[in-house]
């Protein structure tokens, strides 16, 4: 298998659907190789297309504001989206777009590994939890072959909608406790909550 690096630049050479015409920068994704918790939203923005950048916009200021209120940063996670091209005017993504992504994200998802899975949004949770509705499933966490999946809302929702300010913040203060929770839970790890890499600062 390639590694992350080689992942990307086979990415930003990807012409496997019309998003290739319209595009300026292919926005592969960000941080952490090692990363436990892998954030994924929905697709690059106007700023993100310009910079090649996830998240560079007002939706990744609050991302970074989620972030630092369980003491993280950018830097201790890995940040992808389900399609890594700007769709035109910022309209949802198409089912052949999210198909033809489909490999990247998987080939991430692979190679990073993470513990946990953060998705941002209705597309990046309807690639996890088939069938369910963002309204409902919101703050709460499934396992599957080893990977913990917790459903949020998309950053940008709390700034159409300030009341969900709230609700995200609260929901992303129960990633350290679920996390924790999870290594507790697992006998036979002899790695503890208190040795989660990333929360040891
Ligand atoms: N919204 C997303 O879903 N992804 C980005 O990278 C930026 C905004």
Known sequence: MVGL?????????????????????????????????M????????????????????????LGELLSSIGLTRQDVYIANVIKCRPPNNRDPLPPEISACEKWL???????????IVTLGRYSMARYFDGQSIG?????VKEDNDILYFAMYHPAAALHQPRLKQVILDDMRKIPGILAKHVVAKPDETERPEQLSMFKK
Not at 106 to 116: G, T
Not at 136 to 140: E, L, Q, V
């Open 5 to 37: 690096t080689q992942l990307c630049q086979q990415m930003a050479l990807c012409q496997d659907c019309a998003l290739a015409k319209t595009r300026n920068m292919v926005v592969p994704g960000e941080g952490l190789v090692s990363a436990e918790i």
């Open 136 to 140: 409902k499933i919101h703050g709460t």
């Open 106 to 116: 998987d080939s991430q998802v692979e190679l990073i590994a993470p513990k946990m």
């Open 39 to 62: 954030l994924i939203g929905e697709a690059p923005g106007f700023n993100e297309d310009k910079q090649g950048r996830p998240f560079v916009g007002q939706a990744g200021k609050f």
